[in-house]
Each structure stands twice: as structure tokens, then as C-alpha cells.
């Protein structure tokens, strides 16, 4: 998709989006060179690096498999939501969240059930595998050459601090911003909110 481009474009990846990156980006190191420093002008990942703090990434895990036999009214769906959000004010209506759902046969289900397999967040980390050496996270941001930048949300349950300092270790070159009241969802979170802390 990239080759087809007319000009080399800004690749922003949002938590999955972002591990799809890096991993695209380690798979060959031939394909580094030629889709990376050619194809790709900046890489932004937005709240997640080569390390996740599991405890946060489980809480994210729970709420999208949360509605995999999916829910009875959207009134249902927003009740759900509720204990993953207690930062965000509660709407007046749950209308709204009908364009993040798809109804069949009586039941709504989130809209992403449409477009992968949610069976995919039940898999596990080969320990064996991780204990032998760097994770291909790891390995992926150790390569990465074009400029990035990384950003994280301040209340971030998936990226701590200090995952970030460690990412940047990896990737010296690589800018930062720390938006302070954004959690890992952070479009829904932050959307006026004022950048702090950019390098």
C-alpha cells in the first residue's frame, strides 16, 4: 500500500497500530531499507513501545473481550464501559456509541468483531522465547531509523514512564510528548488538551 503512494507519508500507530509497525519493520532487514528509510517519512506511535506493563495491557485485554457474545441494548453496552472510564463524565445519552457497534440477531457487538479475531488477544508470549534474548519489539525499535516520535498518555495504563525512558534509550534519535491527563485511549481522552513535556 505504502509503494503506491505518491510521497513518502507520516505512519501513525496507535497502541496495536504501533506493534503492527515495529514488527512490519523487523520482520527483513532488507524490507527496512526499503520500506522504512524510502516509503515512511516519520513514524509517531502514540502510547506504546517495545515494552507493555502487562497489568495495564490485561485491563485493556478484559474490557475488549468484554463483549465478545456482544450486549442486549447499548444502554447495556455503556454500563460496561463505565468501571474501564471512571475518568471520563458520563454522557447524557448512550446514542453516541452506536457508530462503535454493529447489531445482529438482536445483540449488539463492537464494530472491530467485524474486522479481526478477538481470539488473537488470548495469545500468549513464548517465555521460552522472551528468557533467549530481545523480543521482537525490541529488536524492531533498535532498527528503526527515521525520525520518531513517541507519545504517551500520562495516565497511561499500558506505558509507564519509564517503558518510555527505555524506548528512548533504544531509539536515542526518537522525539517525545507526555500529555498528562490522557489515558491510552487518549484521542477520546485528550483532544484539547495541551501538550506538555515535547522534546
Same mark, same amino acid.
Given at each position: 500500500?505504502?509503494?503506491?503512494? *505518491?510521497?513518502? %507519508?507520516?505512519?501513525? #500507530?496507535?497502541?496495536?497500530?504501533?506493534?503492527? #509497525?515495529?514488527?512490519?519493520?523487523?520482520?527483513?532487514?532488507?524490507?527496512?531499507?526499503?520500506?522504512?528509510?524510502?516509503?515512511?517519512?516519520?513514524?509517531?506511535?502514540?502510547?506504546? $513501545? +517495545? $515494552?507493555?506493563?502487562? *497489568?495495564?495491557?490485561? *485491563?485493556?485485554?478484559?474490557?475488549?473481550?468484554?463483549?465478545?457474545?456482544?450486549? +442486549?441494548?447499548? *444502554?447495556? !453496552?455503556?454500563? @460496561?464501559?463505565?468501571?474501564?472510564?471512571?475518568?471520563?463524565?458520563? %454522557?447524557?445519552?448512550?446514542? #453516541?456509541?452506536?457508530?462503535?457497534?454493529?447489531?445482529?440477531?438482536?445483540?449488539?457487538?463492537?464494530?472491530?468483531?467485524?474486522?479481526?479475531?478477538?481470539?488473537?488477544?488470548?495469545?500468549?508470549?513464548? @517465555?521460552?522465547?522472551? /528468557?533467549?534474548?530481545?523480543?521482537?519489539? =525490541? !529488536?524492531?525499535?533498535?532498527?528503526?531509523?527515521?525520525?520518531?516520535?513517541?507519545?504517551?498518555? #500520562?495516565?497511561?495504563?499500558?506505558? !509507564? =514512564? =519509564?517503558? @518510555?525512558? $527505555?524506548?528512548? =534509550?533504544?531509539?536515542?534519535? /526518537?522525539?517525545?510528548?507526555?500529555?498528562?491527563? /490522557?489515558?491510552?485511549?487518549? +484521542?477520546?481522552?485528550?483532544? /484539547?488538551? %495541551?501538550?506538555?513535556? @515535547?522534546?
Amino acid at each position: 500500500m505504502l509503494a503506491q503512494l *505518491e510521497r513518502p %507519508p507520516v505512519v501513525v #500507530g496507535a497502541s496495536l497500530g504501533g506493534i503492527v #509497525g515495529m514488527i512490519v519493520a523487523a520482520a527483513d532487514p532488507a524490507a527496512i531499507r526499503a520500506l522504512v528509510l524510502v516509503l515512511v517519512l516519520v513514524l509517531v506511535l502514540v502510547d506504546i $513501545t +517495545a $515494552t507493555v506493563n502487562m *497489568e495495564g495491557a490485561n *485491563e485493556v485485554i478484559a474490557f475488549m473481550n468484554a463483549g465478545s457474545d456482544g450486549f +442486549a441494548s447499548i *444502554e447495556e !453496552t455503556a454500563a @460496561a464501559i463505565s468501571p474501564y472510564l471512571p475518568h471520563r463524565d458520563k %454522557p447524557r445519552s448512550s446514542r #453516541g456509541l452506536a457508530k462503535n457497534l454493529r447489531q445482529r440477531r438482536a445483540r449488539w457487538y463492537w464494530y472491530w468483531y467485524w474486522y479481526w479475531d478477538p481470539a488473537f488477544m488470548t495469545m500468549g508470549v513464548d @517465555a521460552k522465547q522472551e /528468557a533467549e534474548g530481545p523480543t521482537v519489539l =525490541e !529488536t524492531a525499535a533498535r532498527g528503526l531509523t527515521i525520525p520518531t516520535l513517541l507519545i504517551r498518555g #500520562g495516565r497511561s495504563q499500558i506505558m !509507564t =514512564e =519509564e517503558g @518510555a525512558r $527505555t524506548f528512548l =534509550e533504544m531509539v536515542p534519535h /526518537a522525539g517525545y510528548v507526555h500529555i498528562d491527563g /490522557a489515558h491510552h485511549m487518549m +484521542a477520546g481522552d485528550a483532544r /484539547a488538551s %495541551p501538550l506538555s513535556g @515535547a522534546d
